[in-house]
């Protein structure tokens, strides 16, 4: 059997340099807000190539106070892809905004930039690009209309730790941006874990207030904060796993390469463009008969998923908001995407397993 993902596979190699963090942290009896999250956030920020990382409690936490640090007027209009994972919408709905929904580009997944300049209104407040499944926006074009336009840009970059646009890695274009370092991400935690980045020291000093209970000295509280802080010792798990993220990513890239390669047919690959380093979060394939391929695949032993089985506008929990909506790119994408096993937990042998299957898949 070739799972899908095998956290355990994945995390073994680093659990002696897990253990040795464990013992530190626990030794030195701190726990909240010490020297090992400042550690990862000084390390984390020098790997993104910015100039401040606050660590918080989640992904969609780091969303929702990205958002709130720019006091956006309740009612104003957030701009983000239709085809996202939820919790980018969230974090809108979360902070008294308005989701609009742009349809990706059916060749890349991501938002599309000439779709955002048609539905900016006078209301619009910022834009949320998702580098989604580990490869870049195109964020040349989104920060040219954000300037233009007078936006914020806030990215999600949850699926795109050390991804790269033209040299630069993701979070080091927007003005706030937000990871999350839930376990089966490429740079996750033992646990729920997330981060901020930003270069401006302004925006830092917020963040680290609304994370912290609205306060800069204890005790004494400025705005109306949360509890959502990067533990130690999950900051701690993370410095250790941060040293290894460009040996992980580079090993999900070579498994890339061996699925670019060998997959033959009408199975839709992912794009390769020059002047984009993706990181294959994810690697997905489209095909017209996605659910039969999944049941024959499981039939021959391998595990896959779909990401995503629903697209956000017709989850029940936003029925009421964008249920009458409909987003044709997205819900093509939703009805045909298949995600391949791609972990630092597989070897090339697994991959040419499966790329051998596929290609023996008869409709
Ligand atoms: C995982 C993910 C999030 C949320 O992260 P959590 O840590 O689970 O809160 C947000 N956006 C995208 C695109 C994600 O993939």
Known sequence: MIEYENLSGTNRSFLADYKKAFADVAKRGFY??????????????????????????????????????????????????????????????????????????????????????????????AIMPVHLYGKMCDMDAIMEIAKRRKLKVIEDCAQAHGAEYKKKKAGAF???????????????????????????????????????Y??????????????????????????????????????????????????????????????????????????????????YLMDQGIKTEIHYPVPPHKQKALHDLLGSKSYPISEAIHASTLSLPISYGHTQKDIYEVAEKINGFNQ
């Open 32 to 125: 909240i807000l010490g020297q090992a999250v400042n550690k990862f956030e000084n390390a984390f920020a020098d790997y993104c190539g910015v100039k401040n990382c606050i660590g918080v409690a989640s992904g969609l936490d780091a969303l929702i106070i990205s958002l709130k640090i720019f006091r956006i007027k309740p009612g104003s209009e957030i701009i983000v892809p239709s085809n996202t994972y939820i919790a980018t919408i969230l974090s809108i709905i979360h902070c008294g905004l308005r989701p609009i929904l742009i349809e990706p580009d059916i060749k890349t997944y991501n938002i599309d930039p000439e779709k955002i300049e048609d539905a900016v209104t006078s209301k619009t407040a």
């Open 174 to 212: 927007g003005h706030c941006n937000a990871f999350s370092f839930y376990p089966t991400k490429n740079l996750g935690a033992l646990g729920d874990a997330g981060a901020i980045v930003t270069n401006d020291p302004e925006l830092a000093q917020q963040a680290k207030m609304f994370r912290n």
């Open 214 to 295: 609205g306060s800069r000295i204890k005790y004494y509280n400025e705005i109306i904060g949360y509890n959502s802080r990067l533990d130690e010792l999950q900051a701690a798990f993370l410095s250790v796993k941060l040293k290894k993220l460009d040996e992980i990513n580079n090993h999900k890239r070579k498994l890339a390469a061996i699925y670019l390669k060998k997959i033959k047919g009408d199975f839709i690959k992912p794009v390769v463009q020059n002047g984009y380093h993706d990181i294959y979060h994810i690697f997905n394939i489209r095909h017209p008969q996605r659910d039969k391929l999944k049941k």
